[in-house]
Structures are given as C-alpha cells and as structure tokens.
C-alpha cells in the first residue's frame, strides 16, 4: 500500500491523522454509571472550569488527556480527564470533541477506538456516565455529537456494520445517526443515511458510504456532512450536507457541493445565519485532490440553502483543505492545508501542515500563521466573543496550543499554552463545552 493510500484509511477512520485504531475494547451492552473520574491533575485539586471553556485533547494515539482552559481568565486544569482516570472503559487514544458545545454545558468526549461517548461534569472533572453507541458490537467509528434537547442527542456513525442482523429495533447497522438520550444514557432510535450517499465519479459512478462526519444544530435543524466514500476507500462522491428536523427525526433536505469531494468539518455563524463546510477532496491525485478541496459558504437563512462564497485550496498554496474543522469568524476564516508524509517507496519527502488567516473578502490574499511537520497542526477553532484563534500543534519537542488575537484586522500570536504539561502528550484537537 503506498504512502497516499495509507493516509487516506488512516485519516478517514478517524478523526486524527495517526496509525490504524487499536481493536475496540469489547463493546458496552448497556449504559454504565461510573466512579469518580477525577482531575489527575493535584494542583486544582478535583475542580475544572465551568462552562463555557475549551477542552483540549492530547494524545500519542495510544493514552489521551483531555485539559481544560479558560479563555477569559487564563486558567487551565491539567488532565481533567486521562485514560488514567477512573472509568468503566477506559479512554482510548482516539479521542475526538464535538463539533459544538453541548446544551446541557456537559464535557462530551467521543472515543472513537472504543465507540464510547463519556459524559463529564466540566466543574469537577467528574465522569457522570459513559454510553457506548457500538451496538452490535461493531468498529462504528463516532465522528461527532450533537445534543438538540437535554434527553436527546444524535451521533454521526462513520462507521457501516457488515453483518448487521434484520432485526431493525436493536440499531445495529450503522452508517446513521444514533439517537441516544444523554440523560438516561440509552440509545432509543437511529435516522439511517445510507440512501443519501453520492456516487463515485461518472462514468462508473461506484456506490458509496454515506459515512456521516460531522454535525451542527442550528435554526431548529440538524446539519450533518457525509463523506460518500466506499468501504474500501477507492471511491469518493460529490460531496453534500444532509438537513436533519428533531421533531421527525428525518431527512428534509440535502445541500449538494458540486465539483467539491470528501466534506466535513461544519461551523455555523448564527449572525449571519451562514454554514461553513469543510472539503478536503479524495486522497491519491495530488492534483486533483487539491482542484476538488475548498471552504464553502452555504446561507441556510431562508427554506432553501444557497451556496455562497469559496475559498479553493489552491488560493492556500501546494496542499488540499484540512478537512477536519471550518474556523470562521465574520469576514475572516482560518484553515489549514495539509501536509504529506514522506514516501518511503519512493523516498521522496513529506511536505507541511500550514495554518493560514484567509479572508473571505475577494481579492484579501491569505497569510501564513503556522507551519509544522505532517500530522503535527491540528483542528483550531475561533472565539467570536474575543476574536482570538486556538490552534492545536503536536510538535514533539514543543507542544502547544498557538493563540492569536485577530481584534485588529490581520492576528497577531498571543500567549500561547502547553496543555499537558503533566505528560507532555502533543495537543490534537481544541473545542468548545
């Protein structure tokens, strides 16, 4: 398997770019209650930080920690939660944050190796429960959570169950959004999106997983983007959002990205009342990966979305979108290209992960923030109260979340943190709780 192709399983099975998920722990038949998972951090003592924060997972893909930081106070716990703590199943290395702060202000962590979703009390660090969503016991990897009420929430499974039972009430299937209640830590129903994927390119036009990735509550709706990609990883299909309405948990709509493939990260600017998706195009054509990879703008405020404005990756130099986040902030987005690995067949060299402050206004060229080995920057998020930018970096000697304070136009690096200073675990992705 060449280097391309690797990376394509790797980054597509999981939400970080790392090796291959460790077989799932034996999957949780029913909801546990858990222990006490405090902080293991003893300077804060078992308190964390209310919310609204943001969490920070590190992790080697082996052991996580997930920290906490305050953006309006500087304070930061240390390993809040780890795969040390006190858990019925114990977090993976694969650990992954929502896409948007829960409702009910909870710390929800997404274990994709393990399929478990763990619920903390941010306050104390304290793990209230853990629900696993591999029913059936299959590898259904969750990409994302998105609470709509507090006793209902649905959860992007990327994953397809091959030997599904007929049986439709045990909602073993996968490739869906799970419907579970956070509160009672049950899962009480599926929406399936199979039927939604697009096809691979014509002429063959090869069939597809949905594979549903991300997820936005927004308006009174639900937007999840599907990654259309064949259970073999040769195949990718035009990329689109499907809209979800929570009254009838069912499909109502579908926003079809043409020319674009392989979309994912969603944000949503409730001002403007504007969507922002992330495409990153099919990995193994470097040029035509690059040709099929931008941030799109889609305004959702009326009963028909419209496709606004784009940012093409090859506005951002060499790489294709890093599709994992959409980072924008009114006229300003921030986004990421990614970098490749070095060939070892070929021997030819690895290239740069780049962080970029791009502005949407036409004609703004971008600008270079941050630049690091392949794998090394990570999902960044915006703080819209304060104009300031989070970004993730996992370098080896030096990790650290970079801060830039963008109040006055173009950012400037603010202070930036180590948020595992306890085991030095390099920083991967940042969210809001």
Same mark, same amino acid.
């Given at each position: 398997?060449?280097?391309?192709?690797?990376?394509?399983?790797?980054?597509?099975?999981?939400?970080?770019?790392?090796?291959?998920?460790?077989?799932?722990?034996?999957?949780?038949?029913?909801?546990?209650?858990?222990?006490?998972?405090?902080?293991? $951090?003893?300077?804060?003592?078992?308190?964390?930080?209310?919310?609204?924060?943001?969490?920070?997972?590190?992790?080697?893909?082996?052991?996580?920690?997930?920290?906490?930081?305050?953006?309006?106070?500087?304070?930061?716990?240390?390993?809040?939660?780890?795969?040390?703590?006190?858990?019925?199943?114990?977090?993976?290395?694969?650990?992954?944050?929502?896409?948007?702060?829960?409702?009910?202000?909870?710390?929800?962590?997404?274990?994709?190796?393990?399929?478990?979703?763990?619920?903390?009390?941010?306050?104390?660090?304290?793990?209230?429960?853990?629900?696993?969503?591999?029913?059936?016991?299959?590898?259904?990897?969750?990409?994302?959570?998105?609470?709509?009420?507090?006793?209902?929430?649905?959860?992007?499974?990327?994953?397809?169950?091959?030997?599904?039972?007929?049986?439709?009430?045990?909602?073993?299937?996968?490739? $869906?959004?799970?419907?579970?209640?956070?509160?009672?830590?049950?899962?009480?129903?599926?929406?399936?999106?199979?039927?939604?994927?697009?096809?691979?390119?014509?002429?063959?036009?090869?069939?597809?997983?949905?594979?549903?990735?991300?997820?936005?509550?927004?308006?009174?709706?639900?937007?999840?983007?599907?990654?259309?990609?064949?259970?073999?990883?040769?195949?990718?299909?035009?990329?689109?959002?499907?809209?979800?309405?929570?009254?009838?948990?069912?499909?109502?709509?579908?926003?079809?990205?043409?020319?674009?493939?392989?979309?994912?990260?969603?944000?949503?600017?409730?001002?403007?009342?504007?969507?922002?998706?992330?495409?990153?195009?099919?990995?193994? $054509?470097?040029?035509?990966?690059?040709?099929?990879?931008?941030?799109?703008?889609?305004?959702?405020?009326?009963?028909?979305?419209?496709?606004?404005?784009?940012?093409?990756?090859?506005?951002?130099?060499?790489?294709?979108?890093?599709?994992?986040?959409?980072?924008?902030?009114?006229?300003?987005?921030?986004?990421?290209?990614?970098?490749?690995?070095?060939?070892?067949?070929?021997?030819?060299?690895?290239?740069?992960?780049?962080?970029?402050?791009?502005?949407?206004?036409?004609?703004?060229?971008?600008?270079?923030?941050?630049?690091?080995?392949?794998?090394?920057?990570?999902?960044?998020?915006?703080?819209?109260?304060?104009?300031?930018?989070?970004?993730?970096?996992?370098?080896?000697?030096?990790?650290?979340?970079?801060?830039?304070?963008?109040?006055?136009?173009?950012?400037?690096?603010?202070? $930036?943190?180590?948020?595992?200073?306890?085991?030095?675990?390099?920083?991967?992705?940042?969210?809001?709780?």
């Amino acid at each position: 398997m060449s280097t391309v192709v690797r990376r394509l399983d790797v980054r597509l099975s999981s939400r970080f770019s790392r090796a291959r998920p460790r077989a799932a722990a034996p999957a949780l038949l029913l909801a546990v209650a858990l222990a006490s998972g405090a902080c293991d $951090d003893t300077s804060v003592g078992t308190f964390g930080i209310a919310s609204p924060s943001l969490a920070v997972v590190s992790s080697d893909y082996t052991t996580a920690s997930v920290s906490l930081f305050n953006p309006s106070t500087g304070r930061h716990v240390d390993s809040c939660v780890t795969s040390r703590s006190t858990l019925k199943q114990p977090l993976s290395g694969d650990v992954a944050l929502p896409s948007q702060a829960q409702v009910s202000g909870e710390l929800t962590l997404i274990d994709s190796g393990n399929a478990v979703l763990t619920f903390v009390t941010p306050s104390t660090c304290e793990a209230r429960g853990q629900l696993s969503v591999s029913t059936g016991g299959f590898k259904a990897y969750p990409h994302d959570v998105v609470t709509v009420a507090p006793n209902k929430a649905y959860v992007t499974r990327n994953g397809k169950n091959l030997a599904a039972t007929p049986d439709p009430a045990d909602f073993d299937e996968g490739d $869906d959004l799970l419907i579970v209640d956070p509160k009672q830590l049950a899962v009480i129903g599926r929406i399936p999106l199979a039927d939604f994927a697009t096809p691979g390119p014509a002429p063959a036009g090869a069939p597809t997983q949905a594979r549903p990735d991300h997820a936005i509550f927004a308006g009174g709706l639900v937007y999840v983007s599907l990654n259309s990609i064949s259970g073999d990883f040769a195949t990718v299909g035009m990329g689109r959002v499907v809209i979800i309405d929570p009254a009838s948990d069912a499909v109502v709509g579908t926003i079809d990205l043409p020319s674009l493939r392989n979309c994912s990260g969603l944000t949503y600017a409730s001002t403007t009342k504007r969507l922002y998706v992330a495409c990153g195009g099919a990995f193994g $054509d470097p040029a035509a990966q690059i040709a099929e990879s931008a941030l799109v703008e889609v305004d959702v405020s009326s009963g028909s979305p419209v496709l606004g404005r784009v940012l093409p990756a090859s506005t951002l130099g060499t790489g294709a979108l890093n599709l994992f986040y959409a980072a924008v902030s009114g006229e300003a987005s921030f986004a990421g290209t990614l970098g490749t690995f070095p060939d070892t067949t070929t021997g030819a060299p690895g290239t740069s992960d780049v962080f970029f402050y791009a502005p949407l206004t036409p004609g703004v060229a971008p600008t270079k923030l941050a630049e690091g080995a392949a794998g090394e920057l990570g999902t960044a998020v915006v703080d819209p109260g304060s104009n300031r930018v989070f970004l993730p970096d996992a370098n080896a000697t030096k990790p650290r979340v970079h801060v830039y304070d963008a109040t006055t136009g173009a950012p400037l690096p603010a202070a $930036d943190f180590e948020p595992n200073p306890s085991a030095h675990l390099p920083p991967r992705s940042v969210g809001w709780y």
